[in-house]
């Protein structure tokens, strides 16, 4: 059993917690956050937290093997290195960094320290993906044409200028980084490198000073093309699909909502799914009902445990960072941009 503490007490910080109540591996004892509220006061209490004055104070606890950073991206990095000099495992939220200078001297910090690191790319983990990855694997899509991915949610509307999301230096490109890096990640476990992309992104409606509509084209290393739209001012949905020689498959599910219950936002990723082969009916059913976070922050609590390793190699936590910074760089030059 891992005793973690959570840095961050924002709505997804608490469903973190919530996640991870009657786990076997790990569970929260400690919290940090920039604002103690009533709210989280109340959360904190009744999930038997102690609340530390700071994220410092943490890494000086030697009841904490563990720390889960659920903080502005553009932290991310720095703690990621001061949680690892302090010895402490280390679990980000994604994205896990914004440039891949970044995200080196973050994965640099953890193997020099030899603890474990673990990124929330919670969807990866969920058995749906897995069937999906080893359909692939096993040749029964054929070759690879194309995927595409779309997610959205309302949340953008509901953003105040207060709060960090509502700052374009924090969260360039609007759904990029609270939902479409998820895609992402899933484009690179199933299709390997992406080369590089071209992207649109500006702002309709929203008040806030944070885009509401995002497109992305990508181009893999291996030859296939991609697709990601994110939108953060209509209906919640998220779709992803993957064209193949012998058919297509396509998952569909929810996206993180704010105001949901934290059932809601915890199981409900994944819902109806199809397989249409070039020949034949489709086949289509319902995914299982699955906490992936849960299972997440297990994979981690294992791997610091001294169990497998973290699932998502490091190699393309760096990567994932690499093309967040190309797709932010293309929005701005509005031309095709190499990923570094």
């Not at 030697?62 to 280390?90: D, E, F, W, Y």
């Not at 936002?265 to 009916?281: A, D, I, N, S, V």
């Not at 390793?309 to 293309?330: D, K, L």
Request: charged share 20%; net charge neutral.
């Amino acid at each position: 059993m891992i005793n973690a503490a959570m840095v961050g007490l924002g709505w997804w910080g608490r469903t973190v917690v919530e996640s991870a109540q009657g786990s076997d591996f790990i569970r929260f004892v400690a919290g940090a956050t920039r604002t103690v509220s009533p709210e989280v006061k109340a959360f904190a209490d009744s999930h038997k937290l102690r609340l530390a004055e700071n994220f410092e104070t943490l890494l000086t606890d030697p009841n904490v093997q563990a720390v889960v950073l659920c903080t502005p991206h553009s932290m991310h990095s720095r703690q990621v290195i001061a949680a690892a000099q302090a010895g402490k495992h280390v679990f980000c939220e994604k994205p896990f960094a914004l440039v891949k200078g970044e995200a080196e001297a973050a994965v640099n910090a953890v193997r020099k320290a030899g603890v474990a690191l673990g990124l929330g790319y919670n969807r990866r983990f969920h058995p749906e993906m897995t069937k999906l990855r080893e359909r692939i694997r096993s040749g029964a899509l054929g070759t690879v044409l194309h995927v595409e991915a779309t997610m959205t949610f309302p949340n953008a509307l509901l953003l105040k200028p207060t709060q960090w999301r509502a700052h374009r230096e924090e969260t360039p490109c609007g759904g990029l980084t609270p939902m479409g890096v998820h895609a992402i990640d899933g484009m690179i476990d199933l299709c390997g490198p992406i080369d590089h992309v071209f992207c649109q992104s500006f702002r309709r409606v929203v008040e806030v000073d944070s885009d509401d509509t995002t497109s992305i084209l990508f181009r893999m290393k291996e030859g296939m093309s991609g697709y990601l739209g994110t939108i953060t001012a209509t209906g919640p949905g998220f779709s992803f699909q993957v064209f193949g020689s012998k058919g297509w498959v396509r998952l569909e599910g929810m996206t993180h909502v704010a105001g949901a219950s934290s059932e809601e936002r915890r199981t409900r990723l994944f819902g109806t799914c199809r397989f249409q082969p070039t020949k034949g009916e489709a086949e289509v059913w319902q995914a299982e009902t699955l906490d992936a976070g849960r299972v997440t922050l297990e994979a981690f609590a294992k791997a610091a445990s001294g169990g497998p390793a973290f699932p998502i190699p490091v190699e393309e936590m760096i990567h994932g960072a690499a093309v967040t910074e190309a797709v932010v760089r293309s929005a701005d030059s509005q031309k095709v941009e190499r990923v570094p």
